[in-house]
């Protein structure tokens, strides 16, 4: 059985501020690490209305670190949509054409079944006791909720960072599904300089004494500092030296003089530290783990015989990359090698390499040539798609 509930806010992870799909021990979800999560909920976002033929919907990917409050503003922070910039009404992305859904991935905190989320099991937080998550599992999951919607074929999936790698893995699983896709800023595997940031972030976190093993909410404690320290490591690799250079340089915070001792000096440390504070208001510490864990895994060359081409065989999505020039998390080169593979498979593909100093973030941001980009590709797509160009 599945029911949709909209219910009483009693915290995000169980009972979040968003509809809730939950499916009941009768529909398990597969996972990856060999086992079966049952039952489990996503929580979730739409934008719009599906038309008759149910052929405008767009299925928007989360990154690391979002989550399904894309165009609304956030029960948390109170702060707008992390696209809000995007999608609504007369956007890029318009509202009043295209019917927008954006899930809380499995494994994340703000109500899709997590590790702060409670076993019902043992009527605990799962802890680490959640299996681990995989982007094919992410992806199997938002499968079931565009199946209850009654959507055979997505008009577009799009996304950044680890939402771009959805997006390539649902071009790759269930291309027969997708009409057209928009991987940003992504690449089709991790690196190991990516692992490897993420490690001394998960580090972080697992060596704050409030960590307890992830049974932290058991004992009444969060592993703040360790979760700040994290996201103060991540947050230098989304941005590029000329972004810092240029917003920061050597800049003192709120003195005239070098203190000599070790607090916030510089600007850029303020700023970080900033970062790091507000970070733990709206993220679980485990999720944090999870969600690192399940990029670190992404490898979708190896999951077809090493070939990234074969992941694409086929296929009759239309694609669109976008890189950016000072993205050194996942550089242009990781963008061209995903286009190379699908001109090799035969596939529809389009590329663009937009030129800023605004590093990895930048598709968060507010960039004239992205939106340009995307609102390009969906109006070709969408003609393409007999969708008519609305108002």
């Avoid at 995007?86 to 890029?92: A, F, N, S």
Wanted: charged letters at 20%.
């Amino acid at each position: 059985m599945v029911a949709v509930t909209r219910r009483r806010k009693l915290n995000e992870a169980d009972d979040p501020s968003s509809p809730v799909l939950r499916f009941e021990p009768g529909k398990p979800l597969n996972l990856d690490a060999g086992t079966l999560l049952s039952p489990f909920q996503l929580a979730y976002q739409t934008y719009g209305e599906l038309n008759a033929a149910r052929s405008n919907a767009i299925l928007v990917c989360h990154a690391l670190t979002g989550d399904q409050h894309v165009a609304n503003t956030h029960p948390v922070t109170g702060k707008p949509g992390w696209w809000d910039v995007l999608i609504g009404p007369g956007k890029i992305i318009d509202t009043r054409r295209f019917f927008v859904i954006c899930s809380n991935v499995i494994g994340g905190c703000l109500g899709s079944t997590g590790p702060a989320s409670t076993n019902p099991a043992t009527g605990k937080p799962y802890g680490l006791d959640l299996p681990v998550i995989t982007i094919r599992d992410m992806v199997r999951a938002q499968s079931m909720l565009i199946d209850h919607f009654g959507i055979d074929r997505l008009f577009c999936v799009l996304g950044g960072s680890m939402g771009g790698m959805q997006v390539l893995e649902w071009a790759s699983s269930h291309s027969e599904r997708v009409f057209c896709a928009l991987p940003i800023a992504t690449g089709a595997r991790h690196s190991s300089q990516n692992i490897a940031f993420h490690e001394v972030g998960r580090q972080a976190v697992m060596a704050d004494p409030e960590w307890h093993g992830g049974k932290y909410f058991e004992v009444g404690r969060r592993p703040e500092k360790g979760l700040a320290v994290a996201r103060m490591a991540a947050h230098i690799t989304y941005l590029s030296e000329a972004a810092l250079h240029r917003k920061f340089g050597r800049n003192l915070q709120d003195r005239d003089r070098l203190t000599f001792g070790f607090d916030a000096d510089f600007q850029i440390e303020s700023y970080l530290r900033h970062q790091g504070i507000t970070f733990v208001d709206r993220f679980d510490a485990n999720s944090y783990l999870y969600m690192t864990r399940s990029m670190d895994y992404f490898d979708l060359a190896a999951d077809h015989g090493g070939r990234l081409a074969e992941a694409f065989r086929n296929s009759q999505t239309r694609f669109c990359l976008v890189s950016f020039t000072s993205d050194w998390l996942f550089p242009t080169s990781e963008s061209r090698e995903i286009v190379h593979a699908l001109n090799a498979a035969g596939a529809s593909v389009s590329f663009v390499e937009i030129e800023t100093d605004r590093g990895h973030d930048a598709f968060l941001l507010d960039e004239p040539e992205l939106f340009a980009a995307i609102n390009g590709f969906l109006r070709s797509a969408a003609r393409a798609r007999g969708l008519d160009d609305g108002p």
